[in-house]
T-cell receptor
Framework: LAKTTQPISMDSYEGQEVNITCSHN???????ITWYQQFPSQGPRFIIQ???TKVTNEVASLFIPADRKSSTLSLPRVSLSDTAVYYC????????????FGSGTKLNVKP | NAGVTQTPKFQVLKTGQSMTLQCAQD?????MSWYRQDPGMGLRLIHY???????DQGEVPNGYNVSRSTTEDFPLRLLSAAPSQTSVYFC??????????????FGEGSRLTVL
């Protein structure tokens, strides 16, 4: 079970690009990297998922180096509404019961 | 499309009482699960199911029961509530086939207080 390490909190200002890095040194060959976002009093919401290199969708980009021991979630031009907790999960796709939600990274976007 | 629906949203119980948290999904997902989230912490898996009639324990199953009689419903039963079960409970579901991404869909949560 690949554990992850991510910063407890980050501060940013509106309009800036935010990069949240997750370390997963023990990632296995079949593991994918998935990021979720959670607003206060709501359930987590899927943001992005990748296996290697770069994945981009309408919300974020995910950068994964060749050794896959870390990954970076990039949020372009954040707004106040991006203030949330961001979780990095590593595991075999569809093995949901093995996914470990740590404490996540609390992103605080300031005006 | 309702997604994952949890009821009730709020509940206060006295120690020793029993109750059931309801979870229903209308996406025909095979996988369903229950998590609890304590203040300032991540989510911990209580029980999960990979299909009707199949359930298994997660990380923190003690004090909770589940059943999966239909694909749509996955109720969580607290047998004898204790103050340590005060938490926010989330139900989540997903597909388990390669035609879909490995995305968990979460409900809005049920906030439980045990006095």
């Amino acid at each position: 079970l690949a554990k992850t390490t991510q910063p407890i909190s980050m501060d940013s200002y509106e309009g800036q690009e935010v990069n949240i890095t997750c370390s997963h040194n023990n990632i296995a060959t079949n593991d994918y990297i998935t990021w979720y976002q959670q607003f206060p009093s709501q359930g987590p919401r899927f943001i992005i998922q990748g296996y290697k290199t770069k994945v981009t969708n309408e919300v974020a980009s995910l950068f994964i180096p060749a050794d896959r021991k870390s990954s970076t979630l990039s949020l372009p031009r954040v707004s106040l509404s991006d203030t949330a907790v961001y979780y990095c999960l590593v595991g075999e796709i569809y093995n949901f019961n093995k996914f470990y939600f740590g404490s996540g990274t609390k992103l605080n976007v300031k005006p | 499309n309702a997604g994952v629906t949890q009821t009730p949203k709020f509940q206060v119980l006295k120690t020793g009482q029993s109750m059931t948290l309801q979870c229903a999904q209308d996406m025909n997902h095979e996988y369903m699960s229950w998590y609890r989230q304590d203040p300032g912490m991540g989510l911990r898996l209580i029980h999960y199911s990979v299909g009707a009639g199949i359930t298994d324990q997660g990380e923190v199953p003690n004090g909770y029961n589940v059943s999966r009689s239909t694909t749509e419903d996955f109720p969580l039963r607290l047998l004898s509530a204790a103050p340590s079960q005060t938490s926010v409970y989330f139900c989540a579901s997903s597909y388990m086939d390669s035609a879909n991404t490995g995305e968990l869909f979460f409900g809005e949560g049920s906030r439980l207080t045990v006095l």
